[in-house]
């Protein structure tokens, strides 16, 4: 069959059975995956900043290739300022090679007062869309461009979050964690809640201690539990070896009483 035949067993490779030029290549592959994603450059959220700044910082801090675009009017950009960045091409907190070409979109005063006129002819009842699970990003897209104002809020380190991904959205709530209900107003205020690679380390390192505190009260209380039972243990050997000294005594003593039993019925019989 040849060296180079691979041994499947249960629908999985068996790894020591792979040739040595093929583990070789795997292991080549695999680290220029990882030096490539060590040359990638996060595209920053620069939303409500000027886009002279945002090119600026795209192409002379990141060294990225950006141009401007003016985006659609919404119904989210009705109380928006001139020139202000609203998203971009590849989205923000994308990851991408250095000279991508990132189309950032930005907004004129036309643009604005047309948001306006959508926003004024349009108020309505809007149903509650499913952003949880989102990447922060696109759920205030998403949001918006149902004509929501959204912020983002960071959320604290907790166990909750340690399993979820840097920028996932967690909640959605109205301004000061007040609950929606199921559907919302055009213009309605709306806080998205996130987590990014700090909280989420934080959240495992708060996860590690709990599991060490957990872990120590148990070797504590099997500890205390083996000392009980070789407390017992003593206890009872002493108990034994009493009893046992005990019953080796009986034959001697018996015999003592009935020595100086007879030796009085002898004497009486004189």
């Not at 301004?175 to 107003?185: A, F, M, T, W, Y």
């Not at 989420?200 to 205390?224: G, P, V």
Request: a positive charge.
């Amino acid at each position: 069959m040849g060296k180079k035949k691979m041994l499947m067993d249960g629908g999985k490779v068996v790894a020591g059975m792979i040739a040595p030029e093929v583990l070789e290549f795997g292991a080549k592959m695999g680290s220029e995956l990882i030096e490539k994603q060590k040359n990638l450059v996060k595209i920053p959220d620069l939303i409500d900043v000027n886009i002279d700044e945002a090119l600026r910082v795209l192409k002379d801090e990141l060294n990225l290739t950006p141009t401007a675009a003016i985006a659609n009017p919404s119904l989210a950009y009705a109380d928006e300022s001139e020139k202000d960045v609203m998203y971009s091409e590849p989205r923000f907190g994308s990851r991408v090679n250095p000279g991508t070409i990132v189309k950032v979109y930005y907004l004129t005063q036309e643009v604005i007062d047309k948001s306006k006129e959508l926003l004024g002819n349009e108020i309505q009842e809007i149903k509650v869309p499913i952003v949880i699970g989102l990447n922060i990003y696109e759920a205030r897209e998403d949001l918006e461009g149902l004509g929501l104002k959204a912020a983002e809020k960071l959320e604290k380190p907790s166990l909750r979050f340690v399993r979820k991904e840097d920028g996932q959205v967690t909640r959605v709530t109205y301004p000061n964690n007040k609950k929606i209900g199921s559907k919302l107003k055009t213009g309605d205020r709306v806080w998205i809640y996130y987590v990014n690679e700090e909280v989420i380390t934080e959240s495992k390192m708060i996860k590690d201690k709990k599991d060490n505190d957990k872990q120590d009260i148990k070797d504590k209380k099997d500890k205390n539990r083996q000392d009980k039972i070789e407390k017992v243990g003593k206890v009872t050997k002493g108990i034994s070896t009493v009893a046992v000294d005990t019953v080796r005594s009986v034959p001697k003593n018996t015999k003592k009483l009935f020595t100086k039993k007879k030796a009085i019925e002898d004497k009486s019989e004189e």
